[in-house]
């Protein structure tokens, strides 16, 4: 087998949340060997008899903060200091926001490294920490407050995976995606099968007609008019 285009280690409290990784499309890739995943207990880098990982934050306030020196050690653990070395990734409601543009750069790294926080966060310090020798990225999946990192993981590598050579079976079908470049990053036209007329609902005739161009045209129209509806703000970037 040749060497996996993403090698991806995830690490968090939670490691039964991950078990969604080994489905559909991702848990195809994975069992090409198109993408090579591991998933981390954070716990393994505790050394206390109560594995413990948070403690309370500095300056008061509710809530506990995710202690640094088990994340220090899982990250020299997984990438050692003299070796390569991965893009970190931490999902954080203070993160930039998950965009394709986004998904397409990570999706051209060789490994990512996420760092799962819970509670209120992970001590400020591990970002530092890891920045000195790695890239590190927060990122949001949008504006407003998860449990935890675990499911953004999710998210962002289900977004990345399909944009790898050979993850979808169609080669074309990650290009004309809403906010694609091949679609001017706009929303997708609706899509439609069969049959052409189901419970008094018919298909818009156009999509029968067999007439490329107008069909084409159709999208666009749709496109833009669902955009204009439902995120103008597209429109103006
Ligand atoms: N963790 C908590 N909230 C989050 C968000 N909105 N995006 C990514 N990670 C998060």
Redesign the pocket.
């Known amino acids: 087998m040749t060497a996996p285009l993403l090698a991806l280690d995830v690490v968090t409290i939670f490691p039964e949340y991950l078990a969604p990784l080994s489905q559909s499309l991702v848990g195809k890739a994975i069992e090409r060997g198109i993408i090579a995943a591991r998933v981390h207990d954070l716990r393994a880098w505790t050394d206390d008899i109560h594995r413990t990982v948070d403690d309370s934050p500095y300056g008061g306030g509710p809530g506990m903060v995710m202690r640094a020196e088990p994340w220090a050690r899982a990250l020299d653990g997984l990438a050692p200091p003299e070796g390569p070395q991965p893009c970190l990734v931490i999902?954080?409601?203070a993160?930039r926001p998950l965009t394709q543009a986004l998904a397409a750069e990570l999706a051209a790294r060789p490994w990512l490294l996420f760092a799962c926080?819970r509670y209120e966060g992970i001590d400020a310090r591990v970002i530092d920490y890891a920045a000195a020798r790695m890239e590190v990225v927060e990122?949001?999946?949008?504006d407003?407050?998860?449990c935890?990192?675990e499911v953004?993981v999710l998210v962002i590598v289900e977004a990345l995976a399909r944009l790898l050579p050979g993850v979808l079976g169609n080669s074309e079908s990650a290009a004309n995606d809403s906010f694609a470049d091949g679609a001017d990053g706009l929303l997708e036209a609706p899509a439609y099968t069969r049959p052409a007329t189901w419970r008094g609902l018919d298909v818009p005739a156009v999509l029968l007609s067999g007439d490329h161009g107008a069909i084409e045209r159709w999208r666009k129209e749709q496109s833009t008019a669902r955009t204009r509806a439902i995120r103008p703000d597209l429109l103006d970037s």
């Open positions: 999902p954080s409601p993160g926080g990122i949001s999946l949008g407003y407050v998860l935890g990192g953004a």
